[in-house]
């Protein structure tokens, strides 16, 4: 289902050509009303709250860990990312699990673009050719241990919470440790017990750790 109405949307980009770009695409569509634009630094999160968008538009960045910032924002808004399809960093799975709705390669036409945004507003998910074909590498990688069965469906924000946890830190230390909010480790931490279904500390832990186990003793 659609939002009903115009979405508040923010770019945020440090790549000043791109940015300027994006808002000039976004200021065309009619359903958009941009409030907006960023750069990546310190306190991204609470700026990004301040200015309350419905759809957020985000420059890749190598700063930018997607799980943590929505999980330090008070409503989740509908999330565009504009990749790099010659950047080889660039985890797709990644970005998908940790909430992004679209993926667009920043190479993209204008009327690619603005496709690719009237889809997120009527409530859709969108993929260019680039990313379908990035997606699809990553899916075809053969896994090579315990560890990518256990943890396939999590992401790289993720797995470095559990793999904190197993070696028996406790929230305030993840979060001293990955640089966050102790809300965002416990918010972390719910996601990995709900795609694990586990719904305890100790059983998420148990079930890592007999992960182990197998790695150890096929």
């Known amino acids: ?27 065309h569509i009619e359903r958009i009303r941009f409030v907006g634009d960023l750069r990546y630094g310190e306190g991204l999160a609470e700026r ?7 759809l957020l538009v985000l420059g890749m960045d190598r700063t930018l860990v997607l799980s943590d910032l929505l999980a330090e ?4 808004p509908r999330v565009v990312v ?31 673009l603005r496709t690719t945004f009237n889809r997120v507003i009527n409530g859709q998910s969108a993929l260019d050719s680039h990313s379908v ?11 090579k241990d315990f ?34 909010s102790e809300a965002t480790v416990k918010f972390h931490l719910q996601n990995i017990m709900k795609k694990l279904g586990v719904h ?13 186990s197998r790695q150890m003793h096929p």
């Open 1 to 27: 289902m659609g939002y009903p109405s115009s979405l508040r949307t923010t770019i945020v980009a440090n790549d000043e050509l791109l940015r300027h770009g994006l808002v000039h695409v976004v200021s």
């Open 48 to 54: 990004v709250r301040e200015l309350r968008p419905e």
């Open 73 to 76: 924002l008070d409503v989740t």
């Open 82 to 112: 504009v990749m790099d399809s010659q950047d080889e960093g660039a985890n797709t799975l990644d970005l998908l699990r940790a909430g992004a709705d679209a993926l667009v390669d920043r190479r993209s036409t204008a009327t690619e």
């Open 133 to 143: 074909n990035a997606v699809i590498a990553e899916l075809r990688c053969p896994r």
């Open 147 to 180: 560890r990518d069965d256990l943890v396939a469906v999590l992401t790289a924000r993720e797995r470095e919470v559990l793999d904190l946890l197993i070696e028996g830190l406790d929230n305030r230390t993840i979060a001293a440790q990955l640089f966050v």
């Open 200 to 212: 305890k500390r100790a059983a998420l832990i148990s079930v890592a750790l007999r992960g182990q």
